[in-house]
């Protein structure tokens, strides 16, 4: 059996894995916030449905754990039935303490991939580059077999929704950043802003640089989140205390500032990775109390006091599950109209999973395109053009969606329609 947790982080403490399951009374509350249960209507597809089979499978009471794998593997994680339970409870942490007690998991393309990012990420790098290389080659038929030989198979997916895979990435670019004192907040640069969209981070550090003053990239490992979701504990724990030292490092009380939801979402859960009594859970605590998602820094940069100047098209905001529920912050709304001005569509069921989950897109197509059709129909109900977001993830599964289904209207990160705002300020200002 693969290693589990064991105890999880919960609203009444920290709890039991079978304790935290046992929780459910299968009340029914999560049913119709639950998006694999909404497209299916299936109770194991639902989180108390997943809740009672992990239960179960702690009992001894499946004798075949393979046959909970349909149920367990289709859960996006989104946390959309924690945020409906009265009783907080941690469905999607319960359903990966499941998978990790399914034969076959991880599979090997996830081992190979984890431990690239962990153990090997100058290689990993090398990889990428050199099926960037051939996308630009005109050879694209063979990007995908390669990725396949490589364990990668997900990134020739990814890779898709980037039209023009980047020569540089973004950390190249950052370690050329002139050194300063004392930073005013440190950077981290999340695995999908590095390697398929740095626009995204010179945006966001541009603002920050602009806003508070200048700052310092971190030099981060990658976050973890892939190697937690896949099975392999042990190198998520390495990942968080190389990034846990790196910012102690670094010294100082600046904010870690990091521009991928999903991403901050998972620094900020570091401390569960450890054990109550190791004295890492007390240094990923501190870790934690400097992380910040980009949606908090946004609203309080000089930029939003000074105003932004309004575009003219249409834009909605669609909110990050792990923005929402797993970090539990509002959308910046009134960021959002001042820079869209009377442009600003509300997004029916804008808190809602767009399907991406990571590699969930990839794993369970059609369950993954059931939900983003209905994503999609709200966005073009909306009548919006432009559709912002804070997850990477969310960018290259609504792209996939909008170039499908609705091609009138595309994704942006909101760090970039900021700076495009903030950008066309200044413009303004100075041919005034």
Same mark, same amino acid.
């Given at each position: ?318 909110? +990050? =599950? ?5 970090? $539990? #912050?509002?959308?910046? @709304? /009134?960021?959002? &109209?001042? *820079? ?52 990477? +993830? =969310? ?5 996939? $969606? #909008?170039?499908?289904? @609705? /091609?009138?209207? &595309?994704? *942006? ?20």
């Amino acid at each position: 059996m693969n290693e589990s947790l064991g105890r999880l982080r919960s609203a009444l403490g920290e709890q039991s894995s079978y304790d935290a399951a046992s929780q459910c009374s299968r009340c029914g509350y999560c049913l119709e916030d639950c998006p694999t249960y909404i497209a299916t209507g299936r109770e194991s597809f639902s989180g108390r449905g997943r809740n009672q089979i992990v239960r179960m499978l702690l009992e001894g009471k499946i004798a075949k754990p393979a046959d909970a794998e349909e149920a367990l593997s289709t859960c996006l994680l989104c946390g959309a039935c924690t945020a409906a339970c009265y009783a907080r409870i941690p469905t999607a942490d319960i359903a990966l303490e499941g998978r990790r007690m399914l034969p076959g998991n991880p599979s090997l393309p996830a081992v190979i991939l984890t431990k690239l990012l962990a153990r090997h990420p100058a290689l990993f790098r090398k990889l990428l580059k050199t099926a960037y290389a051939l996308k630009r080659s005109g050879l694209p038929r063979m990007l995908g077999p390669l990725l396949d030989l490589w364990g990668l198979g997900a990134l020739a997916e990814a890779e898709r929704a980037v039209l023009a895979p980047p020569r540089t990435f973004l950390r190249e670019r950052l370690s050329l950043l002139p050194g300063v004192g004392t930073p005013a907040w440190f950077y981290f640069a999340a695995c999908g802003t590095d390697y398929l969209f740095p626009e995204i981070g010179l945006a966001t550090v541009s603002l920050l640089d602009r806003g508070k003053g200048p700052g310092a990239f971190l030099q981060n490992a990658c976050c973890g989140l892939f190697s937690y979701n896949y099975g392999r504990l042990e190198d998520a724990r390495f990942l968080a205390q190389s990034n846990i030292e790196a910012l102690e490092r670094a010294g100082g009380e600046a904010s870690l500032v990091a521009d991928c939801s999903s991403c901050a979402s998972f620094l900020k859960s570091y401390p569960g990775l450890f054990p109550p009594d190791s004295p890492w859970r007390s240094r990923a605590e501190r870790f934690q109390s400097r992380v910040r998602d980009v949606l908090e820094i946004l609203p309080d940069l000089e930029l939003s006091e000074e105003g932004t100047a309004p575009k003219p098209v249409p834009a909605a905001y669609h909110e +990050s =599950c792990r923005a929402r529920n797993g970090e $539990g #912050l509002a959308p910046p @709304y /009134p960021l959002l &109209r001042r *820079m869209a001005g009377e442009s600003f569509r509300d997004l029916p069921e804008s808190g809602v999973c767009c399907g991406g989950a990571g590699l969930f897109a990839f794993r369970h197509p059609e369950l993954s395109d059931a939900i983003l059709r209905r994503k999609i129909a709200h966005i073009a109900e909306s009548g919006a053009r432009i559709v912002l977001t804070s997850s990477t +993830s =969310c960018l290259i599964q609504l792209a996939r $969606g #909008l170039s499908k289904y @609705y /091609p009138q209207a &595309r994704v *942006m990160h909101l760090s970039i329609y900021a700076a495009e705002a903030s950008a066309r300020t200044h413009g303004s200002q100075t041919g005034s």
